[in-house]
């Protein structure tokens, strides 16, 4: 029984895909690195290479005389990041036999009704549901400064935050991780926030302080999970600057499909809250994204600071079919023989960009 070959053309089923309403998506979409998303990019240097890191100058331009020589500067490469865009590549087997029975009594072979087609609609939303939780956490890997994977002994590859055969190191400075000793003069993270008298607020200032002077933006956004939230909400320095009121934020908002919050405290109008408890299982464990005793702090960010690169790799559609490149993320069907079956292929070649380490703070809030 031949499939319906309309619902199986991979133009359809990637329109079908980008219409999907997936979970587990909220810090790619806030970094713009979702399917089609602002920051997403082709690869200049293909599956493998390296990119020089760089920080933003605060220096001021130096002055010559008329008629003196250009002064020379040196250029502003702080580092150098190699790295390899991993591929995943997975085929779902649906059976023929157990969409056969949702063919429409009497009609033609070659026909799925619409039991069938929804079967095959709920299979390409796992698929693609799989791939997202990827770019999930590939862009939780960057925020947190180290992204691993290995090769298993079937080609398979594990993915990790640490440990793994193949590392891309996001070189965000230490002084941005753990207590947040950022410019040098000591930890701005130095009373953990479990303790209501931590000065939550003083410590956001000090690190819009230190942004502006590493890479000359302020403080935009914090990520961190309920468990944080729910030590800024008791936080008595965070009471005292609402006012009189019983309410310490202004407004907060729940993603109804992540399950995830967004929030602005009365004291701190100017940062956005993102109360993220969201996870991937790795290697059978589920593991949340960001951990529950850190936060994320970030600025404004910027096409120049952060990009999600993608790479092509060749797939055949059909067998005996000509192979092509496809870049990114992208779906199609191919009919097989013995067992009769649809297989669905995923392939997707991506990796998170990090050129401005400095804009990056992974603070570690409870200890």
Known sequence: MPATPTIL???VILERISRLNLINTTLQKTLGFQR???RVRT?????RGSYDVFNDTREVAGATGPGAPANRINRQIVGNVPFQIPRSSEAMHMLYEQIHAFRRIGGPVGEIDAMGQQYIFD???????RIANLREFQTAAMLRGSYTFSQGGLGEFSHAFSGGAFTVNYQIPAGNKTKLNMLGAGDILA???????APIITDCFQI?????QLIGRGL???ILTSVGWGYVLANTQVQNQAGSVNQVFDYITKNEEDQTFTAKLK?????TWHINDSGVNLNGTFTKLIEDDHAVFLPQLTDEMVSYWECGAPVVEYDGGPAVERVGEYYYAVNKAEPARIELVSEFNGLPVLKNPQGVAYGLIKY
Request: no cysteine.
């Open 9 to 11: 053309q991979p133009a």
């Open 36 to 38: 089609g998303g602002p």
């Open 43 to 47: 690869s200049p240097m293909g599956r």
């Open 123 to 129: 299979q390409e939303r796992i698929v693609a549901q």
């Open 191 to 197: 009373t953990s926030w479990d303790n209501a008298a």
């Open 208 to 212: 819009q302080t230190a942004f502006n």
């Open 220 to 222: 935009s956004d914090v």
């Open 267 to 271: 004291a701190l109008p100017w940062v």
